[in-house]
């Protein structure tokens, strides 16, 4: 009856060097107010200077999103005033961004593929922090200045999977081109929600609503859910235009539920103008030339995985939209191992092991590592069981694969000779046993292969101890 429309703006924080107009360092988890100069404290006469690699990452992503990248693009001053924005107004593009007209394909889970438009992209400056402590309030301003690309949808998105499936991709490619390390919780990859309803079958825009303030994937979904049914419950109970304006709301992420923060200003109300102290942004023949050559992304990355490796259409999936798991994954097949025991290994058993801090970047057991101890099960050296126990001696100790399987014990016995001593050693020590397992008490067999996998302290091959008490018990 309702249909739900959704237009999404993205904060990326670029992970240059230095700010957007001034050489400060971008770190701007250092003492407070240690990365400051002048332009960026806006003292009076500071002038700014733009930032190139600014540029450079903007026709990456323009190049990414398959959008027109304006080789001349101009900035303009937005004006409100906020305590942490010394300036009064953020630089940022209007009139003429950088990026227009790009798109991104999403795949919905029926297989349905769908183009998002993103209608704009346009770099801006961040601001600065402000830090409520008590009764007091304090600004840090080792982030104003820092630069952002701002992206923009259409009013593109029908529900919240798509929604979801748009961000996710987004990030994906983010990550992939390294321009941002977009970490949602860090909020360098920030997400304000746009959304409406509208009867089913009408064309028309209603009244949206925006939603900030939400910091992972999961409560992305849940905003738009609970937002949805609010502006349909408005509806039904006849309330609709009392209760539905065009505002901005926060998510509160403990209630479940958006509440009103400020009214949303018109474009007006920012009396926009063209930046008067700085030039026109230029990308010239050359920059453009290198920077529009990206890195393979995530849908090419997992259509070459698929033919590559024979990984079917989920598992590509999960391994290609992470850019450092691609790459795990990669290195772990440089190894000569089957593709489907590298994913098993990455994906459920290496991934269950790492916690808090410890990611794919800084595992000590890297892909190299991985990828030996995988090959250690496929040449038999090890059991898959056992090649657990290396694992979480190798997640805590510095060691390589062989040796860790030599200090725990763990190489399999594949020796026939050694494995036989061990079952006639059983068989021999249990008379009465061998008499009721002939006598007809199958199940008495469990036993004796029980007995020889702990006489060889679970490291003779199971496989051989089976096959060679079946041979001397009948
Ligand atoms: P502003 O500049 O005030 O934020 P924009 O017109 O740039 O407004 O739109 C911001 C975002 O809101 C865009 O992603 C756009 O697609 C989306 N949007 C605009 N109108 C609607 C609507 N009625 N319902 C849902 N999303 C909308
Ligand atoms: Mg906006
Ligand atoms: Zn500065």
Redesign the pocket.
């Known amino acids: 009856m309702f249909e739900v429309?959704?237009?999404?703006?993205v904060h990326v924080q670029l992970n240059t060097k230095t700010k957007l107009f001034c050489s400060c360092a971008t770190s701007f988890n250092h003492t407070q107010n240690t990365n400051t100069c002048p332009t960026c404290l806006a003292l009076p006469g500071a002038l700014p200077v733009l930032n190139k690699e600014v540029l450079q990452k903007a026709v990456m992503l323009g190049t990414a999103l398959g959008a027109t990248v304006n080789r001349t693009s101009y900035f303009d001053r937005k004006s409100y005033f906020y305590p942490d924005s010394p300036t009064a107004y953020q630089i940022t593009q209007f009139y003429t961004p950088v990026i227009q007209n790009g798109a991104l394909e999403i795949t919905l889970s029926n297989g349905e593929k769908k183009t998002i438009n993103v209608?704009f992209a346009h770099i801006e400056a961040d601001a600065g922090k402000n830090i409520h402590d008590g009764d007091i309030s304090k600004v840090d301003l080792n982030r104003a200045g820092t630069p952002l690309v701002e992206i923009?949808?259409?009013?593109d998105m029908r529900s919240a999977e798509e929604a979801i499936l748009y961000l996710k991709k987004l990030h994906s490619i983010i990550r992939y081109l390294d321009i941002g390390d977009a970490n949602m919780q860090e909020g360098s990859f920030r997400v304000d929600v746009?959304?409406?309803i509208r009867p089913k079958g009408e064309e028309k825009?209603?009244?949206?609503v925006?939603v900030k303030n939400i910091n992972s994937f999961k409560f992305i979904e849940k905003a738009i859910e609970v937002e949805v049914r609010r502006q349909s419950e408005a509806w039904e109970d006849g309330v609709y235009d009392e209760e539905i304006c065009q505002e901005t709301r926060l998510f509160d992420q403990v209630k479940i539920e958006t509440r009103s923060m400020r009214g949303?200003e018109?474009?007006a109300d920012y009396r926009y103008f063209p930046e008067p102290d700085l030039l026109k942004a230029v990308i010239s023949d050359e920059m453009f030339d290198k920077y529009s050559v990206i890195p393979e992304l995530p849908d090419a990355k997992r259509e070459r995985f698929i033919k590559d490796f024979g990984l079917n259409q989920y598992n590509a999936d999960v391994i290609t939209s992470d850019i450092e798991m691609a790459k795990f994954f990669e290195e772990m097949m440089l190894e000569g191992i089957s593709a489907k025991n590298a994913t098993t290994w990455l994906t459920v058993e290496l991934q269950a092991r790492l916690k808090g801090e410890v990611n794919l970047t800084n595992t000590p057991v890297n892909a190299k590592k991985l990828g030996t101890l995988v090959k250690r099960i496929e040449d038999k050296t090890i059991s898959g069981k056992a090649a657990k126990d290396v694992l979480d001696y190798l997640m805590e100790n510095e060691s390589g694969v062989d040796e860790a399987i030599d200090t725990l014990g763990l190489k399999q016995v594949t020796d026939m000779g050694a494995i036989e001593a061990m079952c006639d050693e059983i068989i021999a020590a249990n008379p009465e046993k061998v008499e009721q397992l002939k006598g007809g008490k199958d199940k008495l067999f469990g036993f004796f292969v029980g007995q020889v996998m702990k006489a060889s302290q679970g490291s003779a091959n199971p496989q051989a101890v089976n096959e060679i008490l079946k041979a001397k018990l009948g």
Do not use: D, F, H
């Open positions: 429309v959704i237009g999404l703006e209608a923009v949808t259409g009013p746009n959304v409406s825009l209603y009244t949206r925006e949303k018109a474009a």
